[in-house]
């Protein structure tokens, strides 16, 4: 079998019934009226395992022959296909060895560890384990799961799309997270088959675009390096399945930045109270940053994925806050005096700031002898009292410097 059907995502579908969750398709308001168009998030951070991918794994292992369940299965993952791949085989029976870069965040091992998987760290990459698994699997004569390019996979995934289907049968644009291509494949090929008028956008990362390039150069390319936080759809080289699929059947590729992917992470924690991660939401921070001609149309984003890496969530947080006025750093320069600082921090107190960090510096030669620099982390409830706050302290002859 080297294509995917109609009929293939179907019999996925049956497959999957009672494994998998029929995740909830969500109207944003908020989302909504900041993008101009009828903005819908299809859910599958609260997929099984926390990702889509346990749709096309489950499907891809549970139609091993008899002969093939008697050896090992294995993947290569630094995150979500590792869990689907795990979780997938101990639930038919069977053992997994997982290979996974030695940079993986621990988070990540240990769930793909609970889900049951023998987990291998090796390398510095994901190529690096993937190489590996490769010498493993000749050695052991075992089954590989590739994480997109299988049609079995790209049939799991496509499941996605009748659902979102079922949900909104109005439907008339989807917006894809692209990694390898195989969940845009798969749900290209079921939304095309029931309404060849439904428009399919991909999008990619900026500094991992290996999709958008080779359908821009009219074959596959392999881009030197990939560089971006949405190390779940940081593909160096597409599939060769998934890139003919891509041609044939989505309509447009488009790019988001990892900055404009950090602040719609930021933005989904805030505003409908859902954790996801970066590769999660380049579908919605596309919508939001008005990548492409959405307005006014029902247009579904697929949040592909909630296993985030929790110190990246702590600078994504940090760096929303930032951007939206809630928190700044301050640098003011009083007195080297005992009862000075007392009286700073009492000012803050009387505007209802809170003080998130704070620092004296005086071994620097940009404060005069006989000072101290403070430097300030404050959260704020609005700009206006930082204003208010940076008036007072001129206005008592204090040197004030907002540094965000």
């Known amino acids: 079998m080297d294509t995917v059907k109609y009929s293939d995502i179907i019999a996925a579908q049956a497959t999957l019934r009672g494994v998998t969750k029929n995740t909830a398709l969500l109207h944003s308001k908020s989302f909504s009226r900041m993008s101009g168009c009828n903005c819908y998030l299809k859910m599958e ?88 698994s490769q010498e493993y699997c000749r050695e052991h004569d075992a089954t590989y799961i590739h994480p997109f390019n299988d049609p079995m996979i790209i ?113 989904m924690l805030q505003r409908t109270k859902n954790l996801a991660e970066p590769s999660g939401v380049a579908s919605v921070a596309a919508i939001l940053n008005h990548k492409y001609d959405f307005g006014g149309k029902n247009v579904a984003a697929i949040v592909s994925g909630g296993n985030i890496n929790m110190s990246l969530l702590e600078q994504i947080v940090e760096q929303g806050m930032l951007q939206e006025g809630l928190r700044t750093t301050m640098q003011v320069i009083i007195p080297d005096q005992s009862g000075e600082l007392n009286k700073l921090t009492w000012l803050f107190t009387q505007f209802k700031i809170s003080i998130q960090n704070i620092e004296h510096i005086r071994s620097t030669s940009s404060v005069p002898i006989g000072r101290v620099m403070v430097v300030c982390t404050v959260n704020l409830q609005n700009q206006e009292q930082l204003e208010q706050l940076t008036d007072e302290l001129k206005s008592r002859g204090l040197q004030v410097r907002v540094l965000n």
């Not at 049968?169 to 989807?174: D, T």
């Open 45 to 132: 951070n609260l997929q099984t395992t926390g990702s889509f991918k346990v749709r096309g794994a489950y499907n891809r292992i549970s139609k091993l022959t008899e002969e093939e369940r008697k050896k090992p299965v294995v993947a290569a993952s630094a995150g979500n296909h590792a869990q689907g791949v795990a979780y997938s085989a101990s639930s038919l029976g069977l053992k997994s060895t997982i290979f996974m870069p030695s940079f993986t965040p621990p988070s990540k091992v240990i769930a793909t560890r609970f889900y049951g998987a023998e987990v291998v760290l090796t390398g510095d990459s994901f190529d690096d384990a993937y190489q590996v």
């Open 155 to 267: 049939a799991g995934q496509g499941t996605v799309g009748l659902e979102i289907f079922q949900q909104l049968p109005e439907l008339e644009m989807v917006v894809v997270p692209i990694g390898g291509g195989g969940l845009i494949s798969g749900i290209a090929i079921a939304l095309k088959t029931l309404n060849p008028q439904i428009k399919i956008i991909g999008v990619e990362a900026a500094g991992a675009a290996s999709m958008y390039e080779s359908r821009k150069a009219g074959e596959i390319v392999t881009i030197p390096h990939v560089d971006t936080i949405a190390d779940g759809i940081a593909v160096k080289t597409p599939g060769g399945l998934t890139y003919s699929l891509i041609n044939e059947y989505v309509d447009d590729l488009i790019t988001v930045t990892d900055d404009e992917i950090a602040h719609t992470a930021y933005l």
